[in-house]
């Protein structure tokens, strides 16, 4: 009833209020108004993030179906650093291509508030309807550049496909539903465990139409049709928000799912969660390899890093849930930074993002070949970056429970990776081929997000124990 | 018998849907389809979920349908050669479209063969939630939450149906 | 499945008259063409061009916020019904419910999504008219 606690949701409520509050600007604004609409936004995440941290270690719930353990606060925090970094390399690149600014920051925030749900929740209806939340959000925020062909066609492939991962979701949903009686991840763990119903078809169909719905919005292997396009076509700044804000929540719902309430049936799941994650390790890298755009290249990259989260959560122990955590981390950073360095070069007419126009870069803007460079070598796992230690710490969860397959084809596809992201470092570097159309300056905001971004990765890479002991706090609470 | 009435009548409109070439007769016949599917809820005791499926998807989304039927306003000749020329039509695609349905029929009819002995499952251990007033206080109590998430989905749509669907300023 | 009589019966005698019309009028109705009764009707005036023109795409916003809004209230009827049963409680969860979509109704407003009219111009000078008559000029519409 409503004298619930309130507690569990106070994050959500802060991202969600100042969704409305931009919304409500916007309404009101004048003609040519100006408006500081991103410090509103801000406001919101940084009070969301505050709230999550008083949260910590308190296990709040509220109304049975939402929770804050430490679990869903890592994520939350992961998140809100994701909304604020895209928050800031947007501060340059709404204005200069046109994309109405309250609009973009209200339904940005609003997307926020699901993935933060998708995290929290511990209802399968709730995440259905966190996943829904996201998901619209984030098909607006493709397709925002309507005079842009390419960006609707994106919105329009991503909607459609994503509807029916949903549909697939929500039948899998009704499976379990129809076996155990309710859609609470307690009680369907409980059930199941009781009953021992591992062999149960229905139970068995269920779950598989779930893999089918969480491997949509991971965009892993047989189901990562719909990234590509969608990456490419969407806005540079929009794309780093959806590889890394989407990815996050659906993994955190994926891991919380299959790892409590599907727990006493991992015999059963685990091997195609294993098919799955070498297929997408394998796929997204291969693949990456012939591209030509860079956004379509760090898509395959992303769709590659998927696979990388899943060895962790086929390796099911403590090591591969922490890992996750930690490789969310770092992932998003250097991601969003790499997406967010895209995003200032283009220009309005053109994004830019083909893999000759970073020919020269070093000479024309060495500040970001050089962010550019750190950001490449996380994503392909260098030491000294986020990326090495994310990829060592998952790949040692898989070895620890066995899955020396997993672990060796995950370290082969990085070690391929390796040469398409070199590739762009040469290119940065070493050509001297400058024609692309010049961007405009640089905003202060943006290069601060930029720099925020590789301090992050740094810091994950050289000092890590911090975060990992953070991680492993975070998961000692729940499973 | 009913059922059979019922699922007779959202399984034939379906079909029309699929096989009509005017797009207008297409929506009509999804309308007759959705009256079958609201019968189907009625025999499941679901009053509530019945008449919603006549109101939203009948009265709104029909709307909605005719359109963008009206909207994009593709003549028939060019709709079917438009239908002709797709790659979705190539037989390739068609035929391994075709094995990924059966295969999906095949699986639910192997999943419903092997749980016959299994008994009513939900049945057992809740009342159906039949009138709509009991409908209302389980949505108020127990689902009050994703209640209140529904409203922020909806204002997202709206939002977006504004801006992707709104005349450019400028 | 009680009361449910009724209905069908409703039904069946809704589609029954409109069968029973136009089968009744098929056989009992004189007839005798001429081309002005074959065209189609449209109120009195000659029909001019394809029945099925472009529509603008404003009807289809408006269709998809009738739509939002026809969702929001379908919730209204269950909670109608068990109102006196929640009290409080409820009332406060509709008031959420209706305030978060509130918010969206005004930015609709505000943006100008429900203007039909021609599109106000705030820059428009109206040409000088004789007289000392001072015309005062509203505001109305938005500023898109």
Not at chain 1, 112 to 132: C, K, R, S, Y
Not at chain 2, 117 to 138: T, W
Not at chain 3, 8 to 32: C, H, Q
Request: aromatic letters at 12%; one cysteine or more; a neutral charge.
């Amino acid at each position: 009833m409503i004298s619930s606690s309130f507690d569990a949701i106070i994050p959500m409520l802060c991202v969600a209020l100042a969704g409305l509050v931009v919304l409500l600007a916007e309404a009101f604004r004048g003609r040519d108004e100006k408006m500081p609409i991103g410090g509103l936004a801000i406001i919101g995440l940084v009070g969301a993030g505050a709230a999550s941290i008083l949260l910590w270690n308190r296990n709040a719930t509220s109304f049975g179906v939402v929770t804050a353990d430490n679990f869903s606060l890592f994520v939350n925090l992961v998140l809100i650093g994701v909304g604020i970094l895209t928050v800031m390399f947007s501060s340059q690149t709404i204005e200069r291509d046109g994309i109405p600014a309250g609009e973009y920051y209200a339904v940005m925030l609003f997307g926020i508030v699901g993935m933060m749900l998708m995290g929290q929740a511990t209802d399968l209806l709730v995440i259905f309807l966190a996943l829904e939340t996201m998901s619209l959000a984030v098909y607006v925020l493709t397709g925002i550049r309507r005079e842009q062909q390419q960006s609707t066609e994106a919105a329009f492939k991503y909607f459609l496909l994503g509807a029916f991962a949903s549909s697939f979701f929500l039948y899998g949903v009704a499976f379990l539903y129809g076996v155990t009686g309710s859609t609470s991840l307690d009680r369907i763990g409980t059930v199941i465990a009781a009953q021992s119903m591992s062999g149960n078809p229905m139970i068995l169909l269920g779950v598989g139409l779930l893999i089918v719905g969480f491997a949509f919005k991971v965009a892993a292997v047989p189901f990562h049709m719909w990234s590509p396009d969608a990456y490419e076509g969407a806005p540079a700044v929009v794309t780093g928000f959806m590889s890394t804000g989407v990815k996050a929540a659906a993994v955190a719902a994926f891991v919380r799912v299959f790892l409590s309430s599907l727990e006493p049936m991992i015999t059963d799941w685990a091997p195609v969660l294993w098919l799955i994650a070498a297929a997408t390790m394998v796929l997204g890298t291969v693949v990456g390899v012939a591209q030509t755009s860079l956004k379509r290249m760090l898509a395959y990259s992303s769709i590659a890093h998927g696979g990388y989260l899943l060895a962790g959560l086929v390796a099911g122990n403590d090591v591969g849930k922490a890992a996750i955590l930690f490789y969310l981390a770092a992932y998003a950073l250097t991601n969003l930074g790499a997406f967010g360095v895209i995003a200032l070069l283009g220009t309005r007419e053109r994004a830019n993002d083909d893999l000759r126009d970073y020919a020269g870069l070093f000479k024309s803007h060495p500040a970001l070949a050089v962010l550019m460079t750190f950001f490449l070598l996380s994503l392909g796992g260098f030491p000294p970056t986020a990326g090495f230690i994310a990829k060592w710490y998952v790949f040692s969860a898989a070895i620890g429970s066995g899955y020396y397959g997993l672990a060796i084809i995950g370290v082969l596809s990085s070690v391929v990776s390796v040469f398409f992201y070199l590739r762009i470092v040469v290119m940065m570097f070493m050509t001297d081929r400058d024609a692309r159309p010049v961007p405009a300056p640089i905003t202060t905001v943006a290069y601060a997000g930029l720099v925020l971004s590789l301090a992050g990765v740094l810091y994950l890479g050289v000092l890590p124990t911090a975060v990992i002991d953070f991680a492993q706090a975070s998961i000692s609470t729940i499973f | 018998m009913l059922f059979y009435a019922f699922a007779g009548a959202a399984v034939i409109g379906s079909l029309l849907v699929v096989t009509q070439k005017n797009p207008v007769y297409s929506v009509l016949a999804l309308i007759a389809s959705f009256f079958g599917l609201s019968g189907l809820y009625v025999l499941l005791e679901a009053p509530f979920v019945a008449v919603v499926q006549i109101i939203i998807y009948a009265g709104a989304i029909m709307v909605l349908f005719l359109f963008v039927v009206m909207l994009l306003n593709v003549p028939r000749e060019d709709a079917a050669e438009w239908d002709r020329a797709h790659p979705l039509y190539r037989p390739m695609a068609v035929r391994i479209g075709g094995a990924l349905a059966l295969l999906l029929a095949l699986e639910l009819a192997w999943a419903l063969s092997r749980t016959a002995g299994l008994g009513g499952g939900v049945a057992d251990q809740h009342p159906a939630v039949s009138s709509v007033a009991e409908l209302g206080r389980v949505l108020f109590t127990d689902y009050m939450f994703a209640f209140e998430v529904t409203s922020i989905l909806i204002l997202i749509a709206m939002v977006g149906a504004v801006i992707l669907a709104k005349k450019k300023e400028e | 499945m009680d009361g449910w009589g009724g209905i069908l019966l409703l039904a069946v005698i809704g589609v029954g008259f409109g069968i029973v019309s136009v089968v009744l009028s098929y056989f009992l109705g004189p007839r005798n063409p001429t081309p002005e009764k074959l065209a189609a009707y449209e109120c009195g005036m000659p029909p001019v061009g394809d029945a099925r023109e472009r529509q603008s795409v404003k009807f289809y916003l408006i269709a998809m916020i009738f739509l939002l809004f026809d969702i929001e209230v379908a919730f209204l009827y269950p909670w109608a019904l068990a109102m006196r049963q929640l009290s409080w409680p409820g009332l406060i969860q509709i008031t959420v419910f209706f305030s978060i979509l509130v918010v969206g109704y005004i930015y609709i407003w505000r943006k100008g999504v429900l203007d039909w009219g021609p599109e106000y111009d705030p820059d428009y000078k109206r040409p000088p008219k004789p007289g000392p008559a001072v015309v005062k000029r509203y505001r109305y519409g938005t500023r898109n």
